[in-house]
């Protein structure tokens, strides 16, 4: 990241064009925004993720450039990066827009086969893990703490477990967050 080209579009079809480009030649690129009180205000964060999504690019890292603009660092999407329902809905409308190009398509599609596309699917919707489940009923007063946190708190501790790579890291994510959640705390790192 540290040697990246920095690239400050005029607007989104600027970005779309720089896309068009590079996508398959250029590993990332720190995209340059205008805040919105800015008279050279040039696109949204929004905007600019539709476009990269379009070319099975995504967004990353953010950094303050100073008070009227901020760079984002864009980059291929992983294969096995996961799917959030905010991008999930954007593809969809792309798609009915007609704009989405083939390298999109192709991620999409990576993404389903390998499961990427789905695995947030019940982080979204509030499920709880059997594993966890059972966990919780075995510690007093875990699943009443639990139940009472807030949505997107929830949502960080499920998103923590279910992006484990080996199972035994999935088990002590569980048992500290059970652990945490019998004192009525979250983890620490959550804090």
Request: proline share 2%; charged share 35%; glycine share 4%.
């Amino acid at each position: 990241m540290k040697d990246t080209e920095n690239f400050c579009p005029l607007d989104k079809k600027d970005w779309r064009k720089w896309l068009e480009l590079n996508h398959n030649k250029k590993k990332g690129v720190w995209l340059i925004f205008y805040k919105k009180k800015s008279p050279n205000y040039n696109l949204s964060w929004s905007e600019s993720v539709d476009e990269a999504l379009c070319f099975g690019w995504i967004d990353s890292t953010k950094r303050s450039i100073d008070d009227t603009k901020y760079k984002q660092y864009f980059t291929k999407r992983k294969a096995k990066s996961n799917w959030s329902k905010v991008n999930k809905d954007k593809v969809t409308s792309l798609i009915d827009k007609g704009i989405m190009k083939e390298e999109g398509y192709k991620s999409i599609e990576i993404a389903k086969e390998n499961g990427s596309w789905s695995i947030l699917d019940e982080v979204e919707a509030l499920v709880i893990p059997e594993d966890l489940k059972a966990e919780l009923v075995n510690y007093k007063g875990s699943m009443e703490y639990f139940d009472s946190l807030s949505k997107s708190d929830k949502k960080i501790l499920l998103y923590w477990i279910v992006s484990a790579k080996r199972e035994k890291t999935r088990q002590n994510r569980i048992l500290e967050i059970v652990g945490n959640a019998s004192k009525n705390l979250k983890p620490k790192q959550f804090r």
